[in-house]
């Protein structure tokens, strides 16, 4: 699952997947991050993992393994 999740997570931060490790802070800023971005990680978490992530949960997870930790415990 974590190479789906990272999968999907290169494709909106639009970088290559090699890029991105569990442990890589998502919202850094050479990713460009903004809120477009983080929400369409929360609607690609709905539609991918089934996985209706508040935003206050959102906004504390700070890499990708945080994520996929969230997904492991509410999937």
Excluded: C
């Excluded at 290169?10 to 903004?34: G, M, P």
């Amino acid at each position: 699952m974590d190479g789906k999740l990272i999968e999907h997570m290169a494709e909106i931060l639009e970088v290559e997947q090699e890029e991105l490790l569990l442990d890589t802070a998502f919202k850094a800023d050479k990713y460009d991050w903004d809120s477009l971005k983080g929400y369409a990680m929360l609607v690609m978490l709905e539609e991918e993992f089934g996985i209706e992530m508040p935003v206050d949960d959102f906004i504390e997870a700070k890499t990708i393994r945080d994520l996929f930790d969230y997904i492991q415990v509410n999937q």
